[in-house]
């Protein structure tokens, strides 16, 4: 039965998240044109240790992405995690996009934008 309980232990204990070290945000360079999609790449950089890195992005418009988690693998110190954002209409508009990264010490986070431009 001891066996049993410490194999279930194993298998059930939560996996300790990777340490974020830095956060970056890279937005289209350039100009966006009618109904193009904005791809924001963000790029966790972490301590190379295995587990889920949860996260969320912040668009200005005041969407949330809710909490997403990407995993980290051993020995993986740099994720991308990607926004897709399109925007449809005539107008001028500037977009931004914070990533910010969660249960950490203290929270990281970055922040790009893009225009997007439709006659």
């Known amino acids: 039965m001891a066996i049993a309980a410490v194999l279930l232990w194993l298998l059930l204990r939560p996996t300790p998240a990777p340490t974020v070290v830095a956060v970056q945000v890279q937005a289209p360079a350039g100009t966006l044109h009618c109904g193009q999609t904005a791809d924001l790449v963000g790029v966790v950089t ?33 994720l991308r995690v990607h926004l897709r954002w399109t925007v449809r209409g005539p107008g001028r508009f500037h977009g931004t996009a914070r990533l910010r990264i969660a249960h950490q010490r203290a929270p990281l986070e970055a922040k790009a934008g893009f225009t997007y431009v439709c006659p």
């Open 46 to 78: 972490t301590d190379g240790q295995a587990g889920p890195v949860t996260y969320r992005w912040l668009r200005g418009d005041g969407q949330d992405s809710g909490e997403l988690v990407r995993t980290a693998h051993s020995g993986e110190r740099r």
